[in-house]
């Protein structure tokens, strides 16, 4: 399991958290937590990653009132807001298999233990498996499961579905998701 988060991902949480000034966040958040957000966030820097599960967990309570469906299309516009910008060059047109391989190192130099697999099924069909994240964080698997679907639109300019194949919040070994297109 990731030890740390770059500020990058981190740091969406905390500006959301930050503007609601009602105190509604402060239940779900630990003293090390509010530590951590009191001070600067870098993009480049690590955090811990109690602190990013702790934010996400409390973002998704209090503005998605749990609705994974919502995580769900939180990671296509964040795909949109990153992959677009920062991570342009990996777009590769066509090519999802090669996309992938791109955005999973993406996804390792935000995480300190995470990567995914990519299983190749057919032309127009891959299988997702991450590894090295929470198994319980069922949030941000719906999240990641949005970003890559919307992520593979932008590389095939075709529609994309998605599906979980296996859960680890649900007990499986790991979290699969299936990409059809």
Known sequence: MSDKVKGSILLPWVKIIKANKSGIYDKYLTEDDKNVMNKRILPSSWYPF??????????VQVEAKGNMETCHQWGRAYCDGVMTTFYSQSIVKGKPEAAIKKFSFVVSTMFESGKLEVDHVSDGEIVV?????????????????????????????????????????KGDPNTKVKFTW
């Not at 941000?140 to 296996?166: A, Q």
């Open 50 to 59: 109690e602190t990013y599960k702790n934010c996400t967990n409390a973002v």
């Open 129 to 169: 498996s991450c590894l090295g994240i929470d198994p319980h964080m069922e949030a941000w698997y719906y999240v990641m499961r949005g970003w890559i679907e919307r992520f593979l639109e932008l590389c095939m300019d075709k529609d994309v579905k998605s599906e979980f194949v296996s859960r680890s919040w």
